[in-house]
């Protein structure tokens, strides 16, 4: 939610799992990554300080070609010593700062994957630049485009962070408290169904909450639902068409009894006699029961 009190449709994120039912669906306070960890480090719990970076960890390559001559054994065996002695600088300096958790943009190179194993790190890599910002908005951190030591104040914090095998598919769930501090700014709704048009028809439906929830923060008042918006006007247009003198009645009474398709519908898509339905809905409102609807479960409310 805003400062102005709305919510941000963005920030909640929606994670679809193929396995499992509707009811294992969970609200996760944080973000969830649809892809495992990059070494043998998969949990961190008890707080863990993130550095995040949008480039590459690797060596960077000369953009021009070269020969080395190799005159014996010892050339060979230090000729990378230079470039392992300066990821490790890096590395070890990234890990000073008591990072426990390594996030890359790009690629990972072996080299530079065994010293953030070495130093106890965790690393897990984000390819999508969406993601990379909603993981800098979960964990108030900030995306560096340089390779070395983050400042306090680029860095992130991540209550736990934890490598879950959920539906046979590995993902990375970076999660908060909900009480925490500063705020998580990002949630995720995690959906599991058995099918892929299950898990689409509730990806649209929690839209369609999500966005409703947001136009009611912005504007508060509300119209009653069940049909009862839609038989208050049908009656209220009867008795205008009534008033009405000579042919202009017949299209005004028509327009009205388009009106009550919505509390028929709702009727026949429930398995409900729909004319007692709608006879009995029409009684109410013409007794003042302006909010009465079609209640799926066979009554008026």
Request: include cysteine; proline fraction near 2%; aromatic fraction near 4%.
């Given at each position: 939610m805003t400062q102005s009190g709305q919510i941000a449709v963005d920030s909640v994120r929606i994670a679809k799992i193929m396995g499992g039912n509707i009811s294992q669906s969970e609200v996760i306070h944080g973000l969830v990554i649809m892809r495992g960890s990059e070494g043998i480090i998969q949990h961190v719990f008890g707080g863990a300080k993130i550095s995040v970076f949008?480039?590459?960890i690797e060596a960077s390559a000369t953009e021009a070609k070269?020969?080395?001559l190799m005159?014996?054994?010892n050339d060979l065996m230090t000729y990378n010593k230079t470039e392992e002695d300066k990821m490790d600088e890096i590395i070890k300096g990234i890990a000073d700062t008591e990072t426990k958790v390594f996030v890359s943009g790009g690629t990972?190179?072996?080299?530079?994957?065994h010293f953030i194993e070495k130093y106890g790190m965790m690393c897990v890599k984000v390819v999508s630049k969406?993601?990379?910002?909603?993981l800098c908005s979960a964990t108030i951190s900030t995306a560096l485009v340089r390779l070395g030591p983050a400042t306090p104040e680029e860095m992130g914090f991540c209550?736990?962070?934890d490598v879950k095998e959920i539906g046979g598919r590995k993902v990375v769930v970076f999660a908060q408290k909900e009480n925490a501090v500063d705020g998580c700014r990002i949630s995720t709704v995690l959906l599991r169904a058995s099918t892929e048009s299950v898990l689409n028809d509730l990806e649209r439906a929690i839209d369609d909450g999500v966005n409703a929830c947001s136009t009611l923060c912005a504007d508060g008042r509300l119209l009653p639902g069940g049909g009862a918006t839609e038989m208050e006007l049908c009656q209220k247009i009867k008795e205008f068409g009534d008033k009405s003198p000579g042919l202009d009645q017949y299209a005004i009474r028509a327009f009205a009894k388009?009106?009550?398709?919505?509390?028929?519908t709702l009727a026949e898509n429930s398995k409900q006699n729909v004319t007692d339905v709608l006879a009995a809905l029409g009684a109410a409102h013409a007794a003042g029961k302006a909010n009465y609807g079609v209640d799926i479960n066979g009554a008026l409310k």
């Amino acid at each position: 939610m805003t400062q102005s009190g709305q919510i941000a449709v963005d920030s909640v994120r929606i994670a679809k799992i193929m396995g499992g039912n509707i009811s294992q669906s969970e609200v996760i306070h944080g973000l969830v990554i649809m892809r495992g960890s990059e070494g043998i480090i998969q949990h961190v719990f008890g707080g863990a300080k993130i550095s995040v970076f949008g480039c590459g960890i690797e060596a960077s390559a000369t953009e021009a070609k070269g020969t080395v001559l190799m005159n014996n054994a010892n050339d060979l065996m230090t000729y990378n010593k230079t470039e392992e002695d300066k990821m490790d600088e890096i590395i070890k300096g990234i890990a000073d700062t008591e990072t426990k958790v390594f996030v890359s943009g790009g690629t990972v190179s072996e080299m530079a994957m065994h010293f953030i194993e070495k130093y106890g790190m965790m690393c897990v890599k984000v390819v999508s630049k969406w993601d990379m910002r909603r993981l800098c908005s979960a964990t108030i951190s900030t995306a560096l485009v340089r390779l070395g030591p983050a400042t306090p104040e680029e860095m992130g914090f991540c209550d736990e962070v934890d490598v879950k095998e959920i539906g046979g598919r590995k993902v990375v769930v970076f999660a908060q408290k909900e009480n925490a501090v500063d705020g998580c700014r990002i949630s995720t709704v995690l959906l599991r169904a058995s099918t892929e048009s299950v898990l689409n028809d509730l990806e649209r439906a929690i839209d369609d909450g999500v966005n409703a929830c947001s136009t009611l923060c912005a504007d508060g008042r509300l119209l009653p639902g069940g049909g009862a918006t839609e038989m208050e006007l049908c009656q209220k247009i009867k008795e205008f068409g009534d008033k009405s003198p000579g042919l202009d009645q017949y299209a005004i009474r028509a327009f009205a009894k388009a009106l009550d398709f919505v509390p028929r519908t709702l009727a026949e898509n429930s398995k409900q006699n729909v004319t007692d339905v709608l006879a009995a809905l029409g009684a109410a409102h013409a007794a003042g029961k302006a909010n009465y609807g079609v209640d799926i479960n066979g009554a008026l409310k």
